[in-house]
């Protein structure tokens, strides 16, 4: 019995023996006249063991089983190995068929002396910046490299983007490195399946902005500052650029690859991801989960999405655009290849005309002038092209001169005439 009973049992014990009476009980005790009269009959007819509490030595209704328990730091130790508190009890939850909290799941692991792999900095102060008012006005995009298969295959670099007003990460994907290829694609994707945004917000990366540039005599007079394949595409869309000063600055993607790398790389490793493509197949998974669980409601109802036009050409924008000046022949060269221009009903010559050179991301390539693209085929090869080829066979001949055979030159033939 403790302190408190002991009192109680000597006020009792007083009761009987007709030395004070049950009111004076109440008013020593602290308790009603009732509860006074439950107390005084409980011990006449029980003992000393009636002032006790009933659920003394009882273990609480609401107590752990020690075979779930069990199971929780069995999987903590195995399964899920590596995942934070948080995502582990949505497992467990989702997956296991064990409902627990996760105050409930962090104080199993922590009297285990298993603690949350993600370490928080020290918290800085900072004045939060207002969402967007609705979605599609904002996008932040970033790219992510990092050892998401850790070492079961090779580095890749997640390039995505994340509303500002929903937090909704309404597109993601691996590739190898972080390229404007990367991001050319990202933009046609949320266009198909959102629509164009207001603003792209993304660091100071020169896939997205010219840097230390010369401008050149043509840029001056046209007075056009020079762009990337990428700055060019978001002014085609009408898009605005922003370029963040810091990291800091567009922290709402930055706190998405904190958030990545910590739930997406657990989720990788439990289906032991090992390339790109497997890696893909459970990001598309993951991000139907993640939105689910983390979006939240925009201020304003609507969206700010722009719809393309009826007649946009998706092909003709997400591509590279290059200038070249047609030859007297109507023959342009880009790169190594030499191409050959056709009348059309519009023109019979291109000669000395400024065409647009579009590459798609699948390499096919179209030339366009003035919005038509033109017909074309690769143009014959030139004198010093074929003396190339035809010197190649003589190099392999003069290795092995057993084999050797004359070759076709069609300018020593002219020489000889």
Not at 77 to 84: A, D, E, H, L, P
Not at 106 to 130: M, N, V, Y
Not at 173 to 200: D, N
Request: aromatic letters at 6%.
């Amino acid at each position: 019995m403790n302190q408190k009973e002991q009192n109680r049992l000597k006020v009792l014990n007083e009761v009987n023996l007709k030395q004070m009476t049950i009111g004076q009980a109440a008013t020593l005790m602290q308790v009603s006249l009732r509860h006074a009269k439950r107390l005084l009959a409980g011990y006449r007819k029980e003992g000393a063991s009636a002032l006790a509490h009933g659920n003394r030595g009882k273990l609480p209704y609401n107590v752990l089983d020690m075979t779930i328990r069990q199971q929780v730091v069995d999987l903590a130790k195995t399964k899920y190995r590596g995942f934070n508190q948080q995502h582990f009890s949505e497992k467990l939850r989702e997956r296991e068929g064990v409902p627990l909290s996760r105050s409930t799941v962090r104080r199993i692991l922590l009297t285990e002396g298993i603690a949350s792999p993600r370490r928080r900095k020290a918290p800085k102060h900072r004045s939060r910046r207002d969402r967007y008012a609705q979605a599609g006005m904002l996008l932040q995009t970033d790219g992510s490299p990092h050892d998401w298969l850790e070492g079961r295959g090779p580095k890749m670099c997640l390039i995505g983007a994340i509303d500002d007003a929903t937090s909704e990460v309404v597109y993601a994907h691996f590739q190898s490195v972080e390229t404007t290829a990367g991001y050319i694609r990202m933009l046609r994707a949320i266009t198909s399946s959102h629509g164009i945004p207001l603003a792209l917000y993304h660091d100071r990366h020169s896939i997205f902005k010219v840097t230390d540039h010369q401008i050149t005599l043509d840029e001056q007079l046209a007075g056009k500052s020079p762009q990337t394949q990428l700055g060019r595409i978001l002014e085609e869309l009408g898009i605005n650029s922003i370029s963040a000063n810091s990291p800091q600055a567009k922290g709402r993607v930055e706190r998405l690859w904190g958030t990545f790398q910590d739930r997406l790389v657990s989720e990788l490793r439990q289906v032991g991801a090992s390339n790109e493509s497997e890696a893909n197949q459970t990001l598309k998974e993951f991000l139907a989960d993640y939105n689910q669980r983390f979006m939240v409601q925009a201020k304003e109802a609507g969206s700010a999405y722009r719809q393309p036009q009826p007649d946009f050409k998706a092909d003709q924008v997400f591509c590279y655009k290059y200038t070249r000046l047609v030859g007297i022949d109507n023959v342009v060269q880009f790169e190594q290849k030499r191409i050959q221009i056709l009348p059309s009903a519009y023109r019979q010559s291109y000669a000395h005309c400024r065409v647009e050179i579009q590459v798609g991301l699948d390499n096919t390539l179209a030339i366009c002038y003035q919005g038509q693209i033109l017909k074309s085929r690769p143009a014959p090869l030139e004198a010093p092209a074929l003396r190339k080829q035809n010197l190649i066979p003589i190099a392999q001949n003069k290795k092995n001169p057993l084999n050797a055979t004359p070759a076709f030159h069609p300018w020593r033939q002219w020489v000889h005439r």
